[in-house]
């Protein structure tokens, strides 16, 4: 059975706000491994219209051989994207979600093939709160925003995690590998 993986990036105060990280060739590198390693990303279309910026480096690359690695791993990997807005995704390798989160996720758990990433905050919270999520990758940066969008600001319950291991990078971002327990969670 495949995996349900959350990877996100945080600041240490919980914002998950994509221009607030330390966005370096590291930081490239291991989300270009984790793609490459997958066999699906979902999106909603927030994020995902944010992650198209990566499409003009794949005609036009930067030089910087990090981003334009990784632009090569997110314009292959196979995308799924949750919107009641869009009509078209305009990448070749992105189609639009026919079922509801739930329903999609359960079904593609079933199918044989390499884990399930996914890589927005609002689908992240909707699958965490029907204990969809089998392992989250958490990228803390070593930053204190102190305003912005939360991470986890919508959970409707206590959620227990183990920790299954960490990984430090050069810039002080750590990450963190969790799976979630099958200890009683309580309403709040």
């Not at 219209?49 to 990090?66: A, D, I, R, Y």
């Not at 196979?78 to 739930?102: C, G, M, Q, R």
């Amino acid at each position: 059975m495949r995996k349900v993986i959350a990877a996100f990036n945080m600041t240490l105060d919980g914002v998950c706000d994509h221009t607030a990280g330390i966005a370096d060739e590291e930081l490239h590198q291991h989300y270009a491994d984790l793609i490459d390693n997958a066999g699906v990303i979902l999106y909603g279309r927030i994020t995902y219209q944010l992650m198209q910026f990566w499409q003009t480096l794949v005609t036009n690359p930067s030089g910087e051989k990090s981003m334009d690695e990784f632009a090569i791993s997110i314009n292959k990997i196979p995308k799924l994207v949750f919107s009641n807005t869009l009509k078209d995704t305009n990448w070749n390798s992105a189609k639009l979600a026919n079922k509801p989160l739930e329903e999609m996720v359960l079904e593609l758990k079933q199918q044989p093939g390499k884990d399930i990433l996914v890589g927005s905050r609002s689908l992240i919270i909707q699958l965490l709160n029907n204990n969809l999520i089998d392992e989250f990758q958490i990228c803390i940066h070593p930053i204190i925003e102190g305003k912005g969008l939360q991470l986890f600001d919508k959970i409707k319950n206590r959620i227990m995690l183990k920790l299954i291991k960490t990984k430090s990078l050069n810039s002080g971002v750590t990450v963190f590998y969790y799976r979630p327990t099958q200890e009683k969670t309580s309403n709040r």
